[in-house]
């Protein structure tokens, strides 16, 4: 299987997780290839950074049998977009696509507001960019970050409404089919029914593919009001009625694939306000789902790697899926200090 969104962490945040330790979960539960996330610490923006991690990488991949990739981060600056251009040319698929957060999450590498948006699509367009483009969409403009009240997760809702994900989506799409940009435009974790159906309206128009997280499909933010779970996340968990939504979309391959968003933190951490959970156990547990809901071995393949091969043009592989998903989420779940998906059991 493959999981195309992790944010692994390592260096200045190695009191989370190691790279190491992440790969290694990830094998367990029957991975073979993740996509890691450039929003380190420091980030992966400049050559030397991404040639460091990559190396870390691959010392990590050599022990675990786990195929090692990373998404190069945009950042505001033309000439950094342009060598991350470059380097995905020189070393694709080790650098497996570019990075853009439309919005700031941890990191804070948001490049906010459409003209700068603009500058990065124009600038990919420039420089001849044909691979993905993954975008972590909302819409800066649209958040009240006044309305979170710390200690009550499910207040992050309202701060970050879904609402602000579907006109950040409106955004780029707009901004995609104006500057003739000739990659393909994913959007990361949905969350909300209202991305899914423009998103869906907009396929004959441009290459747009959307994934989706266990939380977002199996969660909803009356779950964040168990604070014991410390269900806080960027985007943050919404209504069932979206949940249904997408938990549907990925059941019938509206939904091109699933990714974890697999964020740790500590618990200290977590108490002080800082998004993301541990989401590699809770790929196992979608699939458990999924596949409990008549979901066909056919399909579930192609969410759980087979769209992402043909998406990246990626050598074909068989995709294994687990047979006993469930045993491995409950096992590995205990890797974590806590586990977000616990009241699923």
């Not at 899914?196 to 977002?216: D, F, W």
């Not at 990925?250 to 968003?261: K, N, P, Q, R, V």
């Given at each position: 299987m493959i999981d195309p969104h992790v944010h692994l962490r390592d260096w200045k945040q190695s009191d989370k997780e190691t790279v190491l330790h992440g790969m290694s979960v990830a094998s367990r539960l029957g991975f073979t290839h993740l996509f890691d996330m450039p929003n380190t610490n420091p980030p992966l923006t400049s050559r030397s950074t991404i040639l460091e991690r990559l190396a870390l990488g691959g010392e990590s991949a050599e022990k675990t049998g786990v195929s090692y990739h990373i998404w190069a981060g945009i950042t505001n600056d033309e000439s950094e977009i342009e060598e991350a251009v470059s380097m995905h040319s020189e070393l694709f698929p080790l650098i497996i696509g570019l990075k853009m957060f439309a919005g700031h999450s941890t990191g804070n590498m948001g490049i906010i507001g459409v003209e700068n948006q603009r500058k990065v699509f124009q600038t990919l367009k420039r420089a001849g960019y044909e691979g993905v483009l993954a975008v972590h969409a909302e819409k800066e403009e649209l958040l009240s970050p006044e309305l979170y009240i710390p200690g009550r997760y499910e207040t992050h809702s309202d701060a970050r409404p879904g609402i602000a994900e579907t006109e950040s989506v409106k955004d780029?799409?707009?901004?995609?089919?104006?500057?003739?940009?000739?990659?393909?435009?994913?959007?990361?974790?949905?969350?909300?029914?209202?991305?899914?159906?423009?998103?869906?309206?907009?396929?004959?128009?441009?290459?747009?593919?959307?994934?989706?997280?266990?939380?977002?499909?199996?969660?909803?933010?009356?779950?964040?009001?168990?604070?014991?779970?410390?269900?806080?996340?960027?985007?943050?968990?919404?209504?069932?009625?979206?949940?249904?939504?997408?938990?549907?979309?990925?059941?019938?391959?509206?939904?091109?694939?699933?990714?974890?968003?697999?964020?740790?933190?500590?618990?200290?951490?977590?108490?002080?306000?800082?998004?993301?959970?541990?989401?590699?156990?809770g790929m196992d547990l979608l699939l458990y789902r999924l596949r409990e809901a008549g979901c066909s071995e056919e399909r579930l393949k192609a969410a759980f790697g087979g769209n992402v091969i043909r998406t990246f043009g990626l050598d074909a592989e068989d995709i294994v899926l687990s047979q006993d998903p469930y045993e491995l989420y409950k096992a590995e779940s205990s890797q974590y200090s806590w586990n977000p998906y616990s009241d699923c059991n």
């Open positions: 780029l799409v707009s901004l995609a089919l104006e500057t003739g940009f000739e990659g393909t435009l994913h959007i990361c974790h949905v969350s909300a029914k209202s991305t899914i159906e423009y998103i869906v309206s907009q396929r004959q128009n441009l290459k747009i593919t959307m994934g989706a997280t266990p939380h977002h499909a199996l969660l909803t933010r009356e779950d964040a009001k168990n604070q014991a779970l410390m269900l806080k996340m960027n985007p943050p968990l919404r209504s069932e009625e979206d949940r249904k939504a997408v938990f549907d979309a990925l059941l019938d391959g509206t939904i091109d694939w699933a990714e974890s968003d697999h964020a740790p933190h500590t618990e200290e951490d977590k108490e002080k306000g800082a998004s993301g959970i541990p989401g590699l156990p």
